[in-house]
Nanobody, 115 residues
């Protein structure tokens, strides 16, 4: 079974940057989209950004202009560069891969923005 593994989370001061990476443990066929979501305890998981196989990107208003999603179709990876972080960005971040057959989710990586 293929798993998604995230890395790059941690503690950062307000205004700082982090880069999250997500890699698949094996090959995933027919990928439609790659995305990042985040979740704060007690709240619903929210969408952050998406990149299609064609390279088109979309961002939630809360992160637009600060976060950049990128992906490598050949390597089955998706990254999230996060700049100008603020405490409201504190959450567990999950990578997502969508196919016609099933979705794939990573286990999550904690991002904490605090001074």
């Amino acid at each position: 079974q293929v798993h998604l593994v995230e890395s790059g989370g941690g503690l950062v001061q307000p205004g700082g940057s982090l880069r999250l990476s997500c890699a698949a443990s094996g090959s995933i066929a027919s990928i439609l989209t790659r995305a990042w979501y985040r979740q704060v305890p007690g709240k619903q998981r929210e969408w952050v950004a998406t990149i299609t196989n064609g390279g088109s990107t979309n961002y939630a208003d809360a992160v637009k202009g600060r976060f950049t999603i990128s992906g490598d179709n050949a390597k089955n990876t998706v990254n999230l560069q996060m700049n100008s972080l603020n405490p409201e960005d504190t959450a567990v971040y999950y990578c997502f891969v969508g196919t016609p057959i099933r979705p794939y989710w990573g286990q999550g990586t904690q991002v904490t923005v605090s001074s």
